[in-house]
């Protein structure tokens, strides 16, 4: 069974860092590429971030281009979000998504193309 989990949510204060993390158990997660979403409460689900299935290809949104860094570790079946320079506005939950990448050489940050998601982490920047 296809499974992600989120987890390295918390409260952070603005201009402050944390990395979420997203474990991929059921499923080769070297044939897929990944993406972040956030969504905050009375808002629309958001594009964060995605990566390639063999990892060479990311791309950001540009309301985190710059500060937020996505990665993964196929051998480990981990993707990663290093978030720096955190805002107020980053506050939301953020949810890692997989769509079967084997034959893209990128990746999409549309959402409704992903097929598998996690349950979310909760990200608060707050004073």
């Known amino acids: 069974q296809l499974q992600l989990v989120e987890s390295g949510g918390g409260l952070v204060q603005p201009g402050g860092s944390l990395r979420l993390s997203c474990a991929a158990s059921g499923f080769a997660l070297h044939y897929y590429a990944i993406g972040w979403f956030r969504q905050a409460p009375g808002k629309e689900r958001e594009r964060v971030s995605c990566?390639?299935?063999?990892?060479?290809?990311?791309d950001y949104a540009d309301s985190v281009k710059g500060r937020f860094t996505i990665s993964r570790d196929n051998a480990k079946k981990m993707v990663y979000l290093q978030m720096n320079s955190l805002k107020p506005e980053d506050t939301a939950v953020y949810y890692c998504?997989?769509?079967?990448?084997?034959?893209?050489?990128?990746?999409?940050?549309?959402?409704?193309?992903?097929?598998?998601w996690g349950q979310g982490t909760q990200v608060t920047v707050s004073s």
């Open positions: 998504a997989a769509v079967d990448g084997s034959s893209w050489s990128t990746c999409t940050l549309n959402g409704y193309e992903y097929d598998y």
């Open positions: 990566i390639s299935s063999s990892g060479g290809s990311t």
